[in-house]
């Protein structure tokens, strides 16, 4: 009962986190709108936070309003309109047309707020910083390859260090370089250093069925290898890992003789190891150093509450709940768990989610429970009896922090807003036989506000703070860019038609501008049926995977 509510509580809460993230993108270009149109001496019949009203007041001419669904806001300018010849406020008097100085100021406002926002959200990412899957790297280790994949058809081995992505320099994270070979048009040059070679690969990206399992669903290219990311800690104040001798910068790279690859088992094998000297091996400054490390409890012992772990990681793919890893010597391999075993059921019980997991265990109190779980198509039943840990530490934190400043956003979402409408366009023209091209980019890859509000949802529910302001700054910018493109009914056709009318000295005619206007509404609305419908099918594909989870588990 509590975890249900407790899953409830975190699903309103990520809820209440869209409603305000994209109404704050919403409102704050509303209001960009209203001051340049109240400073440029135009007439607003109302602005209002949110929809359908249940507060009005109107002061100095305009109806201020407060609405019960807080989705955004909204600003009315009818002077703004370049269509109507003779505008009209709510009243029905009539209102002097807006000069095109007047409409250019007004409908750029917008944009320029969104701007603004971003700018201003995004000094808190400056500020306090923003964790990073990897820190950024000048080059890249091939820690393993997949011989399926055409990286290692074109000739890339593990061990090569990847120095530059078609023929350029990179300073990325992971994700960040993973990201530039999903925006490549055509093949990707890899240049690697082999011992005192230097060599290059050419290959077509291809979709990787173990890659991230949206992207694989939607035919998305991701890499076939796996890179060695250089796991830097620092040592907080006072902690056994500083008084061991960790330094700041240090890099992890193995674990009482094992080599480490991910943060994950750096802290489960410390924290269920119930204060077991380890051994780290370090790189610092090109140099190895070996340290013993003695662990402790990680909260006071005396009050301490009591942990079971079975000893195994888990992933949610593809709506399915699998088994990552098992430690060794844990309860999960004695029991027979092995990587790859998808969950069915715990006791009869359907699984929903792994936090649900880890609470069965938890409150199993060291009775031994009955796993069924899928293995190459079986159904197989291991005994598992969670093990009574005390958690410990070491005392490091992760040194994978970014602190990216506001503008470095901004470009960030220009460059990546470019190279996403230029390989949309090269994915058309490729179907209309115009090119030979390729690119994995796609028109059904687009999202509109379904598929925005989602990804909000999901970050808020699972990841930090950093990351779902980050999320908003990049909406804001990417609002701005959007509403800035020179289409009618866009603020960057007002500004276009206002432009024009500045330079030819005479309103363009009003036939035309109803035509165009009515054309490029037909075709917006087009275009967010099209989104919102891939956005429906992403989502229900989503959940329809994890209603198979639930469907396996009751069988």
């Not at 899953?7 to 919403?26: D, H, K, R, S, T």
């Not at 997949?146 to 990179?170: C, H, Q, T, W």
């Not at 291809?206 to 830097?232: S, Y």
């Amino acid at each position: 009962m509590l975890h249900a509510l407790g899953e409830f509580g975190a699903n309103l809460l990520a809820l209440l986190f869209v409603f305000i993230g994209l109404g704050f993108c919403i409102f704050i270009h509303e209001l960009g709108h209203f001051i340049a149109a109240r400073l440029c001496g135009l007439h607003v019949d109302a602005f209002a936070l949110g929809f359908r009203p249940f507060w009005r007041r109107k002061y100095n001419g305009v109806e201020y309003r407060i609405g019960y669904l807080p989705f955004g806001g909204y600003c009315d300018i009818p002077q703004i309109d370049a269509t109507s010849g003779t505008p009209k406020a709510a009243d029905g008097s009539e209102l002097k047309r807006g000069t095109p100085l007047q409409r250019i100021v007004t409908a750029f406002a917008g944009p320029f707020f969104n701007i603004l926002g971003g700018l201003f959200l995004g000094c808190f990412l400056w500020i306090f910083g923003m964790p990073q899957d990897s820190p950024k790297m000048r080059e890249i280790v091939v820690q393993s390859i997949s011989e399926a994949g055409p990286e290692y058809k074109a000739g890339l081995r593990a061990g090569d260090k990847i120095v530059r992505l078609n023929g350029e320099r990179f300073h990325a994270t992971w994700s960040g370089f993973t990201r530039k070979l999903l925006f490549c048009v055509g093949d990707v040059e890899l240049t690697v250093r082999r011992d005192d070679r230097e060599l290059k690969f050419r290959y077509q990206p291809q979709p990787n069925p173990d890659g991230p399992p949206e992207l694989a669903r939607e035919g998305v290219p991701w890499p076939f290898f796996l890179p060695r990311i250089p796991m830097e800690v620092i040592p907080l104040p006072g902690s056994p890992a500083e008084k061991a001798g960790v330094r700041k910068g240090d890099q992890i790279l193995e674990l009482d003789g094992q080599v480490l690859t991910d943060y994950v088992t750096l802290f489960d094998v410390i924290g269920n190891g119930n204060g077991k000297p380890v051994e780290l091996t370090l790189l610092r400054g090109g140099e190895t150093v070996v340290l013993k490390v003695q662990p402790e409890p990680a909260e006071d012992p005396k009050l301490a509450k009591v942990y079971y772990r079975g000893g195994f990681r888990m992933e949610e793919k593809d709506g399915a709940i699998r088994i990552v890893s098992c430690v060794p010597g844990s309860p999960a391999e004695r029991a027979g768990l092995q990587r790859g075993d998808r969950f069915l059921h715990i006791d009869g019980k359907a699984l929903a989610s792994m936090p649900e997991i880890q609470q069965i265990v938890q409150d199993s109190c060291g009775r031994t429970m009955k796993f069924a779980v899928e293995r190459e198509g079986k159904e197989v039943v291991c005994s598992v009896t969670a093990a009574e840990i005390i958690p410990h530490t070491i005392g490091v934190r992760l040194g994978h922090t970014d602190h990216p400043t506001p503008f470095e956003l901004l470009f960030d979402t220009l460059d990546q807003s470019w190279k996403s409408v230029r390989g949309i366009c090269v994915s058309i023209g490729n179907r209309l036989g115009m090119t030979d091209t390729r690119t994995s980019l796609k028109p059904s890859l687009l999202s509109g506000p379904l598929g925005i509000g989602d990804v909000l949802f999901r970050t808020a529910k699972s990841s930090s703070v950093p990351y779902c302001i980050y999320f908003v700054v990049m909406i804001s910018f990417a609002l701005a860019v959007f509403n800035l493109l020179p289409l009618p009914v866009l603020d960057g056709g007002h500004i276009l038609f206002g432009l024009i009318e500045l330079v030819i000295r005479r309103p363009l005619p009003e036939k035309l501008l109803k035509v165009l206007t009515a054309v490029f509404v037909t075709l917006l609305i087009s275009l967010m049926v099209f989104v919102t419908f891939y956005d429906g099918k992403r989502m229900v594909q989503r959940m329809g995977r994890s209603g198979e989870v639930n469907h396996a588990a009751h069988k």
